[in-house]
């Protein structure tokens, strides 16, 4: 099983070139052939998924290395609905450079099992659900960024008067800053529901909650940071260029809680 990752990693590292020739180029067929690459890239980890699965017995979501993959995995899959729905090709390309990144970054992750008393400890379905819900709320933020640095590259090309083929096939700012907000809408849910249901767990299985960990602290200020940004855009920022802004503000509180926030924790002790 092990020899399925790095080839799967290879394939994406493929694939991504040639949506950055794409970009560079307006070639269509360096596209066609990045977008086979990547639908073969989520073949591979679907099947790696599945066996690990099988392996463990039990759904591969817990380590930090299952969860990266989880989320790469996420990645791939709505970047392959957007290119064959909405045909918006580079953000397909921005959002596949950030699953990419999360991918090789699960290769510096060990990738063992947990011991047998954590994973008694966290034999529930309402921690799974809390990881499902949290890691699927991640990707569609992750999707709104990707939008918002689209808009910020059309709002230069503007700004710059760059005129071409690369402006031509961006969406326009009014539409990018829809996309990226209805994608945050969208995602926010998800979150919401999957810290609800991390605080029922917590409380089901130690009668309290950890509201002084680091993590708690930074999942809440998740929430808040979302909660802030909706606020502002709806009442005193309005659409456009701030407003993006907003959101990308957001999408870095989002990684400090995912990348740091884990390794100063008392409550998620298993990370």
């Known amino acids: 099983m092990d020899f399925v990752y790095p080839i799967t990693v290879l394939l994406y590292s493929l694939s991504l070139i040639g949506y950055f020739i794409d970009f560079l180029t307006n070639n269509q067929k360096a596209n066609r052939i990045a977008f086979w690459l990547l639908l073969f890239v989520w073949g591979l980890q679907t099947v790696y998924f599945v066996m690990r699965m099988f392996e463990l017995d ?10 990266l993959f989880f989320y790469a995995w996420s990645i791939v899959t709505v970047s392959l609905f957007i290119n064959w729905k909405v045909k918006m090709a580079f953000l397909v390309f921005v959002l596949n450079v950030l699953g990419f990144a999360v991918m090789s970054g699960s290769l510096f992750v060990p990738s063992g099992d947990v011991t047998q008393a954590t994973m008694d400890l966290l034999a529930s379905e309402l921690l799974v ?11 569609g933020f992750t999707v709104a960024a990707a939008a918002a640095v689209l ?3 059309a709002h230069q090309l503007l700004k710059r008067r760059l005129w071409g083929k690369r402006l031509i096939r961006l969406d326009s700012l ?9 994608a945050s809408v969208a995602s926010f849910p998800f979150y919401l529901v999957g810290v609800i249901w991390g605080v029922v767990w917590s409380i089901s299985q130690y009668d309290h909650v950890w509201w002084t960990d680091a993590k708690t602290i930074w999942s809440l200020s998740v929430l808040a940071a ?11 920022v309005g659409k456009g260029y701030r407003s993006i802004w907003l959101n990308i503000g957001a999408f870095a509180v989002l990684l400090v809680n995912y990348i740091v926030s884990g390794r100063y924790t008392d409550f998620h002790t298993w990370l």
């Open 226 to 236: 979302y909660g802030l940004y909706f606020y502002l855009r709806l009442v005193i």
């Open 58 to 67: 039990r759904l591969p979501l817990i380590t930090p290395f299952e969860g």
């Open 129 to 139: 659900m809390h990881v499902v819900f949290i890691l699927l709320s991640y990707t």
């Open 174 to 182: 009014p539409q990018t800053e829809k996309f990226s907000y209805f």
């Open 151 to 153: 808009y910020l590259l």
